[in-house]
C-alpha cells in the first residue's frame, strides 16, 4: 500500500534480567499489520526519498535498512548509541559509515502508537520530512495497523533522578507513573518568546495535540543553513519560517504555543531511542537533539536510576496544557 503524503533499544535487550517486574496484566508487544510506502524530500539534504514501513519479529525494536547501499552499511538500529549527529536533528548510524538523519519524527509516531518492532527500509540518506511535522507518520501507522505478538512489551522504569545541563539548557527524567513531557522554550523574539507544553503521553494524546507540530526556523538563518548542508529541501511547506516578528506560513500557526510542541514531539522521538518506552518524567528547558541524547547517555550510565519492566494495562490520562 502506497502513499505520497508530500503531495496530500535495542542494545538494552542484553540487559533485560532473568525475571522481569510484573506490573498486572501485561500489554504484550506490536508491529505493523501491514506494510506501507511514502514518498517526500529530506529538509536537510533536499532530495527525494522512498520509505516503507514493514513488520518485523518480537524483539527486533527499530531498525532502519538502506536499500541503496550494500552489505554491513544497509543496517542501522534506531537506538541512543547509534547517534553520530545532532546538528538540527538526530541522525543515526552504523560502524561501516551508513547513516540515516531527521528519524526524530517517524520515531515519536512509533513510539506514541505503540509499535515495538519495525524495518524501516528507506533508499536514502534522510527520512523524508512530510509537513514537518509528524502527522503523516500517524496516518501511515494507522493505515497500517498493529498486531500483537507473543513477547511482552517492556519499558524502562525511572527511579531516581537523572539530567544532564549545558550552557544554561537541561533535560531530566525523574520518578512519574506514566509517560509525561514538559517542556519550555525561550527566545527573545515574538512570535515565539516564552512557551512551554505538558503533555502525557497516550497514542491519542499525541494524535490530536502533538503529531501536528511542525518543526520551525528563522528567515535569516537559512542561508547559512543551506552552506552548511542542511535545510536544502526546507520550505514553507515543511517548516514554520520565522521573519522579523511574525511568520511567512499563509495559514498561520496550528495551535498557539505550536512551537513548544514541536520541541515535545522532538522530545519523545529522541527518548524512543532509548529502545523501548520510558516511565518517567521528562522535563527540558531550551533543550533539543544534542542534550536530549546527552540525557540518554548519562541514564543508562546509572545503572541504579532505572530498570527494565513489563507494561501493564493501566490506562493514562492525556493532560495537555
Request: aromatic letters at 6%.
Amino acid at each position: 500500500m502506497s502513499y505520497d503524503l508530500l503531495s496530500s533499544g535495542l542494545g538494552l535487550m542484553a540487559q533485560v534480567p532473568p525475571a522481569f517486574l510484573g506490573l498486572g496484566q501485561s500489554v504484550m508487544q506490536k508491529t505493523l499489520g501491514q506494510p506501507v510506502e511514502c514518498s517526500g524530500i529530506g529538509v536537510h539534504s533536499g532530495e527525494r526519498v522512498n520509505l516503507r514501513l514493514c513488520p518485523a519479529r518480537e524483539d527486533t525494536g527499530i531498525v532502519f535498512i538502506r536499500t541503496d547501499l550494500l552489505n554491513g552499511a544497509r543496517t542501522i538500529k534506531a537506538q541512543w548509541d547509534s547517534v553520530v549527529d545532532t546538528r538540527m536533528c538526530t541522525v543515526v548510524g552504523n560502524d561501516h559509515g551508513g547513516k540515516v538523519s531527521t528519524v526524530e519524527h517517524l520515531m515519536a509516531a512509533l513510539n506514541a502508537c505503540g509499535i515495538d518492532n519495525a524495518r524501516v527500509e528507506i533508499d536514502g540518506g534522510e527520512v523524508p520530512v512530510m509537513d514537518g511535522s509528524a502527522d503523516s507518520f500517524v496516518f501511515l501507522l494507522e493505515v497500517a495497523g498493529c498486531v500483537e505478538q507473543d513477547a511482552p512489551k517492556r519499558e524502562i522504569e525511572i527511579l531516581t533522578p537523572v539530567e544532564v545541563e549545558h550552557n544554561g539548557k537541561r533535560a531530566r527524567l525523574s520518578p512519574c507513573d506514566a509517560a509525561r513531557y514538559s517542556v519550555t522554550i525561550e527566545f527573545d523574539r515574538a512570535p515565539i518568546m516564552t512557551q512551554s507544553c505538558d503533555v502525557t503521553l497516550s497514542r491519542a494524546a499525541f494524535k490530536n495535540d502533538i503529531s501536528r507540530a511542525r518543526t520551525f526556523g528563522f528567515f535569516e538563518e537559512v542561508d547559512q543553513l543551506q552552506k552548511l548542508g542542511l535545510a536544502r529541501g526546507g520550505s514553507l511547506d515543511n517548516a514554520i519560517i520565522v521573519k522579523d516578528n511574525g511568520i511567512l506560513n499563509e495559514g498561520g500557526l496550528r495551535y498557539s504555543n505550536e512551537f513548544a510542541r514541536h520541541k515535545v514531539l522532538d522530545a519523545i522521538g529522541d527518548l524512543a531511542l532509548a529502545g523501548m518506552g520510558i516511565r518517567g518524567h521528562f522535563e527540558g528547558y531550551c533543550t533539543g537533539h544534542a542534550l536530549n541524547n546527552r540525557l540518554l547517555h548519562a541514564l543508562f550510565a546509572s545503572p541504579e536510576a532505572w530498570r527494565i519492566v513489563e507494561s501493564s494495562e493501566k490506562p493514562f490520562q492525556a493532560v495537555v496544557a
